[in-house]
């Protein structure tokens, strides 16, 4: 069993930075992958970056160059930096947990970033 728990969203105004955060508990191994999903109201969740470990990350489009991933195995922690946010950025970001080797999947219940002057 996993549980992720968000923290660090809120208002920022647009270009701003905005760091959040996730702690895992639960049956967490150094080979999960961890990552950070976005959904904007009536979209689908669209993945934002992902990790295997501190030195291989994958982001999509929008976060490249803006936003950074990063991962700590000690403290079970994923945390995601973001900078120059713009307005689009608004959503729902959600810490997710992929089990490699398994399938298994896990989803934190989301912290609100609202871009916005």
């Known amino acids: 069993q996993v549980q992720l728990v968000e923290s660090g969203g809120g208002l920022v105004q647009p270009g701003g930075s905005m760091r959040l955060s996730c702690a895992a508990s639960?049956?967490?191994?150094?080979?999960?992958?961890l990552g950070w999903y976005r959904q904007a109201p009536g979209n689908r969740p669209e993945l934002v970056a992902r990790i295997i470990n501190d030195g291989s990350a994958a982001y999509s489009d929008f976060a490249k160059g803006r936003f950074t991933i990063s991962r700590d195995n000690a403290k079970n922690t994923v945390d995601l930096v973001m900078n120059n946010l713009k307005p689009e950025d608004t959503a729902e970001y959600l810490c997710?947990?992929?089990?490699?080797?398994?399938?298994?999947?896990?989803w934190g219940q989301g912290t609100q970033v609202t871009v916005s002057s």
């Open positions: 639960g049956s967490i191994f150094v080979a999960d992958v």
């Open positions: 997710h947990l992929d089990r490699r080797f398994t399938g298994e999947e896990f």
